[in-house]
């Protein structure tokens, strides 16, 4: 059975940057997508980022050249670096991914605030 984690959520300022990684156990072939989704309280969870095992990334529109996806393929990992962070960038980040079927993490904490 394939088991996502993440890591690297944690408590940043407006402006400041982190790094979150997700780690793949339990996996017998390669995935076709793998990538990163949030969620705010009360609302609906939302595409962040994605590459496919070609190497093709798709971006939420909010992020306007401050996140960056990376990893996938042969590594079975998946990596979200984040610039600028902005206080409505505040959620739960999600690793999602798909062989084809799909599979989440349980999710880590991201929190922008002064």
């Known amino acids: 059975q394939v088991q996502l984690v993440e890591s690297g959520g944690g408590l940043v300022q407006p402006g400041g940057s982190l790094r979150l990684s997700c780690a793949a156990s339990?996996?017998?072939?390669?995935?076709?997508?793998m990538g990163w989704y949030r969620q705010a309280p009360g609302k609906q969870r939302e595409l962040v980022a994605t590459?496919?095992?070609?190497?093709?990334?798709n971006y939420g529109d909010f992020v306007k050249g401050r996140f960056t996806v990376s990893g996938g393929d042969v590594k079975n990992t998946v990596y979200l670096q984040m610039n600028s962070l902005k206080p409505e960038d505040t959620a739960d980040y999600y690793c999602n991914a798909r062989d084809p079927d799909e599979h989440w993490g349980p999710g880590t904490q991201v929190t922008v605030s002064s």
């Open positions: 339990g996996i017998v072939s390669r995935f076709y997508v």
């Open positions: 590459i496919t095992r070609g190497g093709i990334t």
